[in-house]
């Protein structure tokens, strides 16, 4: 999940994926300018390394005159990448000639992530859930709390728990600094906030931009703000909504990921809608996950586009 | 459609429906302050007169302390029904002493709607089309457009076609003063707007309060006023939405009846949003007059109680 | 969730319900032929006794002419309500004129449920995660395996495993009656078939009957036996599904209760639908359990009535 | 909607598309043994020509081992295509070494439907109505019924109705010969059956072997044959559902285009069935015609891609 641009990976030549696999795969995410030939670049570059295709998308966005493109494609069989010497490459033939922001990710490295948690557990189970059975495909190196709710659960999944309080002892900025250096030790590649109920600083939200993820328990841009299922039922809608988003400064104005919904009826009361939401929130949060595990997410100014 | 207490309806005794079926059918629909017995009292008396009850819901709203109801409920074989008597006896023996506001109607005798239109046809030609087949229960008296663009359909349904412009010529005040006539003139008990780009006045608003559905092209309270698609487009949301409610003067404020979504991507371009959503506002449009037609929707302050 | 003509319940007179809350709330369900002043004669009785009625629902089937009523009624404050005294009472008044078969429950009883699983975990996961928030109204006093799987599981949650396989020294005969005596032993109300992988002997099936839940991995009649997910690639579906059904004897031929669909293409392999398939059957199975455990869920032939 | 390969197109470069935008663009579909490098032959092919690619997918079945192809792609601004001349190179450079089925289209030419129904309205009123407000983007040269029913319909389209019964006077096989003329005199591309309730000669879906859609009123693989909804009402489902799908001469057994659903409950008749089913099948048809205009479907053994 890191950009080569900014936080070049170690190399990723030893991993079992490469060894087990006949292929090694690789996926290919860029944005660009539009302008003719940029698929047949980008293909033929990899048809020169001996790169086959299995699998690509793209979109020309025709109000930003801007071209996204990914692709999914295996290496020769039984040849280790060596995939920094590849992004080089690659800005050096093609990247750097069509001004594209770039990433090139090894399909077999599992992204690294890092939990946040306050006191309501729906979303860090179904995750941690999903992950035990190997269908979230990421590993997680800590979990991070205000409280210490779910630290028996992070236990029983032998996952670090970090109790990180914001307290009469604790200041914000000593707990923020905490998380830094958690994302910096275990090379974070994406923060989830799994209903994480303290608003973070704009210092964090810019290191992390593009590389946090947050769930809303609304259908955005409704309700937006505090509880929204409550504002919900003032309104009396039909159907109530999640959203997961791209977290940045701006308090729920993030890029959406994806959104669901069901239908609600006159007789459910708020904490109806609070349960009923509950299982929206949890199958939004963990197929935003998923797909930014995958590399399907790229950012288009205050959207998304993702190739799903 | 219309409430015993403001416009009592003529008699309904000569309908084809009473002699043709071995039943009269009637639904009850009451609220009322919610206490002990009303249940009990209103099936007690249906019972006393010998109707039986087929099918009957009810709600007692905690925040507000109301309790709504509505009752379908079968008369004897072969006799016909004085409606205005009934109404006049339920509330002589049940609705006064239980302060309710009732209606009662004759199952068989179908709501008048008049239609209002621009220049937008997705909706107006989905509903004459379940109305020629007879699957949406109403009559369709008369339509009205401040266009002319519907004025051949219209023919071709054989519904008379009221072409009531506001321009140079013609001011709003004489406009709503010709639509209010045609209300008044074929006693009608609902007015529909079918993508009707026209405010109306506070009066008119008032006048058909409750008896006024109109349909906006986004999930409510998201992207209130104009270009609600275009809204949803900026936004980058992955979901957009319909939604059917009844009209105040309070524009996009009024009582929600029904709302739907579909999902879209970052490749529909606004005007593919308008497609979708058209689809999206046809069947909610749809649902929310057949809900009404059939005494399903009941106001319960700034919301819906709808008895599906 | 007991009948009360089969298993009458020891007096619930002594619930925590009936004294942290000023009204005990019971829960009466009934079916009966068809015929004039059901409603009035079960509401009068109930009215008669002090009972007020927040919320009834009722259907008549045309096809078979039999009745069906739910019904949720609050008692006098402050009374503490002889359930079996109330049963008898009904049963003389009216249950036995009508020919009713009716069940009596107090709403702040919750239903004993035992749960039974193989390998294959979501299911479970889910139950209990539910079941530990309380957002599933159950109690779960055992969980039954013919593997060891989820032992560790079972014992995260503190719920006693019982590990019953059938092979070389186990017989079905011997498994099954270990089996039947939990059952015995705990009351149970309800087991719920949590992807368990043996087919059960009609003599349990019938004991059970009307009280055992299974959920299908496919969108029952399609796809009968088994690797439904397989079936259904094969044929090119496009979309897939999942059943939660009442357990006859009759392999997947059961009284259906809940289902629910996904959409899937092309692209998605056997183990892709494996994977989606798995979130259906989740949410299918805990509706259905949640329908049954608030006795929303009637006996109509093959078929069901559900009261949502 | 043409195959080159077996029914080459007029010329299509004096369209008004041509004339009238910028670029003239085509979308080329294809599917081949699967092998490296075809992604890369295809994209090196279009730019060598100076076709630049707006959108391409494709997919791999490792079951069949086949590959397939969508691309979207625009050619230079103002340069009129010979779209023959094209398919003749394609075939000479690419497609003929890679053992393709091909099909080159011109963006811009509406394919030509013939509609055939019988006596149910919804399907035909639908894709009509659609057709006359531009979004179903294709023509209708000729509806056939062996009903008079819709003769009026076609008739306020502007569309030549041919009334071709079979009867007392009129065997099928000359029916039959009727159609094949017709399909053959407007050059149609696609038939629909449009709820047509004939069962059509093995001879007529021979001909029309990938270019016949039909609407079957159930949830396919469940509740083939007669009366669906009649059989969905007996099993007591909770879901109902329409499906779309290829004409083959094994009845209900083709290409699965499309499917979708709704939920129905104990109270709904086969009627209501009926009904809720008549707007599923609606837009499963009209989604299906409009993914086949755009050339989005292609045939896999017995399954489909959809490139949607």
Redesign the interface.
């Known amino acids: 999940m890191s950009d080569v641009k900014h936080s070049p990976l170690p190399s990723t030549t030893a991993t079992g994926k490469a060894s087990s696999s006949p292929h090694q795969s690789l996926i290919l995410t860029l944005s660009c300018p539009d302008r003719?030939?940029i698929?047949?670049s980008v293909?033929?570059w990899?048809?020169s390394r001996?790169f086959?295709?299995?699998?690509?998308?793209?979109?020309?966005?025709?109000d930003t005159g801007r071209f996204f493109m990914r692709v999914h494609a295996n290496g020769p069989k039984g040849r280790v990448v060596d995939l920094n010497g590849l992004r080089g490459e690659f800005e050096r033939d093609v990247g750097g000639k069509m001004g594209m922001e770039f990433e090139i990710h090894d399909e077999g490295r599992k992204g690294k992530v890092m939990l946040m948690v306050s006191k309501i557990?729906?979303c860090i189970?179904?995750l941690l859930?999903r992950h035990s059975?190997g269908?979230l495909p990421v590993s997680i190196p800590c979990i991070v709390s205000n409280h210490t709710t779910f630290a028996t659960l992070a236990a029983?999944h032998g996952i670090p728990f970090h109790h990180l309080p914001i307290d009469g002892q604790h200041t914000k900025e000593w707990q923020e600094e905490q998380i830094l250096q958690l994302i910096e030790e275990h090379d974070i590649d994406l923060v989830v906030l799994a209903r994480y109920m303290q608003i973070l600083s704009p210092k964090l939200c810019e290191v992390m931009r593009g590389k946090m993820i947050n769930i809303h328990h609304s259908?955005?841009?409704?309700?937006k703000g505090a509880k929204p299922y409550h504002q919900a039922h003032q309104?009396?809608?039909?159907?109530i909504?999640a959203t997961a988003h791209l977290v940045t400064s701006d308090l729920d104005e993030g890029?959406?990921?994806?959104?669901?919904?069901e239908r609600v009826?006159?007789?459910d009361?708020p904490s109806d809608l609070v349960?009923k939401g509950?299982?929206i929130e949890t199958?939004v949060l963990a197929r935003a996950v998923t797909w930014f595990a995958e590399h399907r997410v790229l950012v288009?100014g205050?959207?998304?586009?993702?190739f799903d």
């Open positions: 003719s030939g698929v047949h293909t033929g990899l048809a001996s086959d295709i299995r699998d690509s998308a793209q979109y020309g966005d025709p557990g729906h189970h179904d859930y059975v269908t029983q259908f955005l841009p409704s309700f309104r009396g809608v039909k159907l909504g890029n959406i990921i994806q959104q669901d919904v009826s006159h007789s009361s349960k509950s299982e199958r288009n205050n959207k998304t586009v993702v």
